[in-house]
């Protein structure tokens, strides 16, 4: 009568033994080879009298196959992903120098370089006026727009006051107003600005560091100019 291995020399005869199965690649992974061989070696040496089950066969089968393929997955993706985020920061980059349309109460006023934006209406809107205000709150000018379809209205200030008077260089507070079926509302304000350089945040998220207001994500971005 056939004798049955035991647990060490049905490894042993699969080159599993224990000096084998110290070394780091087998503690931590186990191939497709060297599963088969094992699969084999258990039917090769079963007990006659507790044959194994064809379908508990198939589930060890199916279950190892399952795990490689999540494993192969997740390495795509991660391949995936890495040159989806360098094609992002390359695309970012080509950003350093222009203008960039983002959703802000706050615009930069610089020499020679007026403050610009967008005025957004959901519907027509009549009487609409944009607001430069101070960083202590007093009113510095008002631009009067008029009546408008739905849509983006665009402004410049030049960073003169009513009276005619430059105002100097800095953030102002910028906000805008429409009548919109006898009733006031406060439009979305855009504000234009430069973008100075870009880098990576911790998540691999594109960061964009504009001139006067700081950084926003890539997905802030309303508009690139």
């Known amino acids: ?19 084998s199965l110290n070394t780091e690649k087998e503690r931590g992974k186990l191939g497709l080879e060297e599963f088969m061989n094992l699969l084999v070696t258990e039917l090769t040496h079963q007990d006659p009298f507790k044959p194994m089950e064809n379908s508990e066969m198939a589930t060890q089968v199916s279950q190892f196959a399952t795990v490689s393929g999540i494993d192969d997955l997740n390495t795509s993706f991660n391949e995936l992903r890495s040159a989806l985020t360098s094609d992002q920061a390359l695309q970012a980059a080509n950003l350093v120098g222009r203008d960039v349309l983002v959703e802000s109460n706050l615009g930069a006023l610089a020499t020679d370089e007026p403050l610009q934006g967008s005025v957004v209406l959901p519907s027509s809107a009549s009487n609409l006026r944009v607001m430069i205000t101070g960083q202590s709150g007093e009113l510095v000018r008002e631009l009067e727009l008029g009546t408008h379809e739905a849509g983006e209205v665009a402004f410049s200030w030049d960073g003169y006051d009513d ?14 107003i429409a009548n919109v079926d006898d009733a006031e509302m406060a439009p979305t304000v855009l504000v234009s600005a430069a973008v ?15 001139s006067g207001l700081g950084q926003i994500t890539m997905n802030q971005v309303a508009q690139i100019q």
């Open 1 to 19: 009568m056939t004798a049955i291995s035991s647990g060490y020399e049905l490894y042993e005869d699969i080159g599993l033994t224990n000096n």
């Open 163 to 176: 009276a005619g008077h430059y105002v100097g260089d800095g953030l102002y507070q910028v906000s805008a």
């Open 196 to 210: 100075e350089s870009v880098n990576l945040g911790g998540s691999g998220g594109i960061i964009l560091n504009l």
